[in-house]
T-cell receptor, first 114, second 113 residues
Framework: DADVTQTPRNRITKTGKRIMLECSQT?????MYWYRQDPGLGLRLIYY???????NKGEISDGYSVSRQAQAKFSLSLESAIPNQTALYFC?????????????FGEGSWLTVV | DAKTTQPNSMESNEEEPVHLPCNHS???????IHWYRQLPSQGPEYVIH???SNVNNRMASLAIAEDRKSSTLILHRATLRDAAVYYC??????????????FGSGTQLTVLP
C-alpha cells in the first residue's frame, strides 16, 4: 500500500460544484502539503500544514481551502470549482523532526472541471 | 530565495551515463540540494540529496561543486525506465519557513533505445 494515499484519483466535476480531495498518510509525518501541477509549470504549492493546528497558504491558494483533520489526514477543497482549476493535484508529506527534509508524494488526483 | 536553473530537456542513449546539471548560484550555506524525479503518470519521487560532499545511492550519484553553486545528478547507466522529469531543488534544514517548497519545471530526460 502507498504511504501517501489520495482519493479520488480521477474526478470530473461541473463548474460551480464543491469538490474535496482527500489525502491520508501512514508515514507518521507531521508536515503535509498540497501541490498543483499544470503542463510546463512544474509543481506549485497551494497550502501546507506543519502540524494539526498549523495551516499556511502557498503561492496559489486563491479558490482553495484545506482542513487538517488529524496528523495523518489533509484535505483540499474547491468551494466553487472553475475550469482553470483543471489540473493534476498532489498531496505530499515530510518529517519535521529529522534533518533530511525529504518530501514524499502521493500518486496524484486528476481533476477536470467542465 | 535561492533558485535553481536546469536545462528544459536532455537526451541519452540507453545504457550510457547521463549527467543532469543544476545551477544554484545563490544557494545559502545551510541549504541541502535535493533531486526528485517524476515518471509519467506518477507523483515525484525522491532520488538523492547532499550538502557538500558527493553522495551515492542505489539510484544515482550526486556530484556537488566545491563552491556549491552547481551540482550534477549522475545516472550511471540510463535505462528506458529512467525517462522522467528530474527536479533539482534546494531544501533548507528544518525551519518554520515554507522557503523552497516549490518545484521548478525540471529537466525532461529522454532515453533512446
Amino acid at each position: 500500500d502507498a504511504d501517501v494515499t489520495q482519493t479520488p484519483r480521477n474526478r470530473i466535476t461541473k463548474t460551480g460544484k464543491r469538490i474535496m480531495l482527500e489525502c491520508s498518510q501512514t508515514k507518521g509525518h507531521d508536515r503535509m502539503y498540497w501541490y498543483r501541477q499544470d503542463p510546463g509549470l512544474g509543481l506549485r504549492l497551494i497550502y501546507y500544514s506543519f502540524d494539526v493546528k498549523d495551516i499556511n497558504k502557498g503561492e496559489i491558494s486563491d479558490g482553495y481551502s484545506v482542513s487538517r483533520q488529524a496528523q495523518a489526514k489533509f484535505s483540499l477543497s474547491l468551494e466553487s470549482a472553475i475550469p482553470n482549476q483543471t489540473a493534476l493535484y498532489f498531496c505530499a508529506t515530510s518529517d519535521g523532526r529529522g534533518r533530511e527534509n525529504t518530501i514524499y508524494f502521493g500518486e496524484g488526483s486528476w481533476l477536470t472541471v467542465v | 530565495d535561492a533558485k535553481t536553473t536546469q536545462p528544459n530537456s536532455m537526451e541519452s542513449n540507453e545504457e550510457e551515463p547521463v549527467h543532469l546539471p543544476c545551477n544554484h548560484s545563490t544557494i545559502s550555506g545551510t541549504d541541502y540540494i535535493h533531486w526528485y524525479r517524476q515518471l509519467p503518470s506518477q507523483g515525484p519521487e525522491y532520488v538523492i540529496h547532499g550538502l557538500t560532499s558527493n553522495v551515492n545511492n542505489r539510484m544515482a550519484s550526486l556530484a556537488i561543486a566545491e563552491d556549491r553553486k552547481s551540482s550534477t545528478l549522475i545516472l550511471h547507466r540510463a535505462t528506458l525506465r529512467d525517462a522522467a522529469v528530474y527536479y533539482c531543488i534546494l531544501r533548507p534544514p528544518l525551519s518554520g519557513s515554507a522557503r523552497q517548497l516549490t518545484f521548478g519545471s525540471g529537466t525532461q530526460l529522454t532515453v533512446l533505445p
